[in-house]
Structure formats: structure tokens, C-alpha cells
């Protein structure tokens, strides 16, 4: 048998001690405060810059809302209402069964494949271009089997064809006397000859963004622990340009352009209204001519600079591959309802260049910002109710999201 008779039979060891409970809490304070103190001073590595997808035809609502900007990517939202309800929204004019998105997806169809080309005419092209950029095709917009194809591949069963074929006959008819169509049919538009044409071009660009030193962290028992600083990103984006026109003018100089088809208030081309997009039919402005065109252009400008920026890469690397090069001209909204080509008008553009530099940086600042809460963007004002109406995340029997209340 053991016995125990005196204190020291515990010897001197600190670690055979019996601690209270109050003392044991204490060590562990203690433990954690040097723990934290050791690790104060550690500072986070610098990554290279890493890569970024964005869609492009998301960038003219990120750009109006910064909040649907965060909800559609941080907060992995998919852009349609939370819970389907509440009012239908109705477009004036257009046809059973079929909603504008679903006709201007018909009408682009329309356009790829029945638009012409009158080729080079056994003239040199002012720099050269692939075959199939100048191969001489018929104008077949008008062709009532090309819409026909383009109804069958797309259309619901139950849509109404007559009413369909009354508007897309309509914006195919302003298209072919518009400058497009001159230019199709070998006319000179503004001292522009056309050389060859592409129907949706796809392209892919990868541009530098400035993170502004933006710091990932992780999760410790000390807090937010920072983990890597990135300074820069590469955002990369994949798209089609639905027109690209390669023209000569009368000096000789070789150009190339981009221009988007827009069939917005398609519903009222066959109106006798004057009002909106309705209200530029028949000028021969090269640039906006009245407020409606000025508003389409300014609600696509981000989309439109991206393309500008993409055929500028192609042909300064094409420049820089000792190849000849053409000059990238102000992108161009091709307008359905009234067949005008409206060029960006220069300071537009730069400035569209600018807010599309700007908004690149913010998207990658909230993809790798470890702190960058919902909080931090703010509502839409109640002077911007407009922009809302048209949101997802407003519209539904449960919408989450809407502008300030004053």
C-alpha cells in the first residue's frame, strides 16, 4: 500500500499541480493573447493576377445597379424573380405567344442568315479579309423562306405567325433601305464602300483590371486572418458581335466596325406613331437624332465598348504580326424598327471606354475581396424606380430587393 503522508510526495513539477477551474480558463486566456501577439506581424503573400469570367451582355445591368451586380454574382442569384407572380408585364403591339426577347432572338436569326453581300466586284480589297468575309451572297431578309426557317427553329407552337411575319417583314424592309442595305446592295454610304461583312463573330478579349491592393482572408480562432493581396486581375470575356462591316472610303482608307441589332419597341413598327425610336425614321444623321436613340445608346454603351475594344486588340495584333490593319470605327446600333444606323458619337465613347474600365475594376474587386458585404451597396434612389421595374429581384410574388424609400 501507498501512502501519501506529506505535499512533497507531489514533488516540485509545476505541471503535476492541481489547477482550479478559474486558473485553467486564465492559462487559456493567456495561450490565445500570445498566440494572437505572435502571428500580429504576419503579413499576406502577393498572388499573381488571377482570372476573371464575365458575360458581357451582363455588363449593361451591372452597370446600372451595383447591388444586382453583387446579388447576380457573390450572391449566386440566377437573374430571374425569387418567386414567379405578380403582374405580367405587356409590350404593346407585338404577337401572341411571343415576347420581345423571343422576337428579337427571331429577327437576329433573320438577319445572320438572309442579310447579303455583294462581295468585291473583281475589285482588290483596301486590306485583305477571309473569303468568307467577301463572298458575293443574294439579300434574302425579305425571302419569305428565310423567315419561315427562322419561325420554325425558334417560335412556340402556338405563337402567332401572321402577326410575327407582319413585324419582322416590316423591321426587314426599314433594314434593307436603310444605310445597311445600301450598303448590301453596293451603294456608298458616307463615303463608305463595303468590302465584306461577318454575321456574328465571336471574339474573346482578356483585359487588365486594378484590384486596388484587394486582400483574401481566412477563417482563424484569432479572427480574420489576411491570407494574399492581389493588385491585379484579368477579367476575360467571350461574345458575338452580331454585324462587323469592313468598308474602304473615298480616300482609300481600309475600316472596320462593329454594329449590334437592337429590335426594341418592335411591336410598334407597323404604328403610325411618331413617338421614341419612331421619331428619327428617315434621318440621315449618322449620329442620335432624337433623345430615344440617344437613350438606346447610352443603355447599351458598355456592351458596345467592350466590341470596340475587341476588334481594336484583333487589328493591333494584327500590327504588331507585321500584317496590314484596318481602323477601328465608334461601334453602331443598327435599329430594327426604323433601319437607321446610329455611330456612337465620339465623346460618348470615350467616356463609355471609361465607366467600362471602372466597372471591370469593381467586378474584380467583389470576386476576390474577402470583405465586401451586400451592405456596402446601396439601393438604387427612388429617381431610379425605373431601372428596378425592369430587375428580376424586384419583380415576382416576392421580390428582395427594390429602390430606397425616402
Known amino acids: ?35 494572437a501577439d505572435a502571428d500580429a506581424a504576419t503579413s499576406p503573400r502577393t498572388d499573381s493576377a488571377p482570372r476573371i469570367r464575365i458575360s458581357p451582355n451582363r455588363l449593361p445591368v451591372f452597370q446600372e445597379c451595383r447591388r444586382r451586380h453583387w446579388l447576380e454574382t457573390r450572391g449566386g442569384l440566377s437573374p430571374e424573380p425569387i418567386a414567379p407572380g405578380g403582374r405580367a408585364r405587356h409590350s404593346k403591339g407585338m404577337p401572341s405567344k411571343v415576347d420581345p426577347a423571343t422576337l428579337g432572338t427571331v429577327f437576329h436569326r433573320i438577319v445572320e442568315i438572309g442579310i447579303g453581300n455583294p462581295g468585291l466586284d473583281g475589285e482588290p480589297a483596301s486590306s485583305p479579309l477571309p473569303k468568307t468575309w467577301t463572298e458575293r451572297r443574294k439579300d434574302l431578309l425579305l425571302d419569305p423562306k428565310t423567315h419561315s426557317t427562322a419561325f420554325a427553329e425558334l417560335l412556340p407552337p402556338d405563337a402567332d405567325l401572321k402577326r410575327t411575319g407582319l413585324l419582322v417583314t416590316a423591321m426587314a424592309e426599314r433594314i434593307g433601305s436603310g444605310p445597311v442595305g445600301r450598303m448590301v446592295h453596293s451603294e456608298r454610304v458616307n463615303g463608305h464602300r463595303l468590302e465584306g461583312l461577318r454575321t456574328e463573330m465571336p471574339f474573346h478579349i ?196 427594390g429602390p430606397a424609400e425616402e
Not at 485553467?24 to 500570445?34: G, H, I, T, Y
Not at 421614341?276 to 430615344?292: M, N, R, Y
Open 206 to 401: 482578356a483585359l487588365k483590371a486594378d484590384t486596388k491592393g484587394s486582400i483574401r482572408k481566412r477563417w482563424s480562432t484569432d479572427g480574420p486572418e489576411p491570407l494574399a493581396r492581389v493588385d491585379k486581375a484579368i477579367i476575360e470575356m467571350s461574345g458575338i458581335i452580331d454585324l462587323v462591316l469592313c468598308t474602304a472610303t473615298s480616300s482609300g482608307e481600309s475600316t472596320i466596325r462593329a454594329v449590334d441589332l437592337k429590335t426594341e419597341d418592335a411591336g410598334q413598327v407597323d404604328s403610325d406613331s411618331s413617338e421614341g425610336l419612331l421619331k428619327a425614321l428617315g434621318s440621315d444623321v449618322a449620329g442620335p437624332a432624337c433623345e430615344a436613340e440617344i437613350e438606346i445608346l447610352s443603355k447599351h454603351r458598355m456592351q458596345l465598348a467592350l466590341y470596340y475594344l475587341a476588334l481594336q486588340s484583333i487589328q493591333e495584333a494584327r500590327e504588331v504580326a507585321g500584317l496590314s490593319c484596318r481602323t477601328v470605327l465608334p461601334p453602331a446600333i443598327l435599329v430594327g424598327v426604323t433601319g437607321r444606323m446610329v455611330e456612337y458619337p465620339m465623346e460618348m465613347l470615350e467616356q463609355a471606354l471609361q465607366e467600362l474600365e471602372e466597372l471591370l475594376a469593381r467586378s474584380a474587386r467583389m470576386a476576390l475581396d474577402s470583405d465586401a458585404p451586400l451592405s456596402d451597396f446601396a439601393r438604387l434612389t427612388a429617381d431610379s424606380a425605373h431601372i428596378c421595374e425592369s430587375c428580376p429581384f424586384h419583380r415576382g410574388a416576392l421580390p428582395i430587393c
Open 1 to 35: 500500500m501507498l501512502v501519501l503522508h506529506h505535499p512533497d510526495c507531489f514533488g516540485e513539477s509545476e505541471g503535476s499541480s492541481v489547477l482550479t477551474p478559474l486558473q485553467r480558463v486564465e492559462r487559456l486566456d493567456d495561450a490565445a493573447r500570445s498566440s
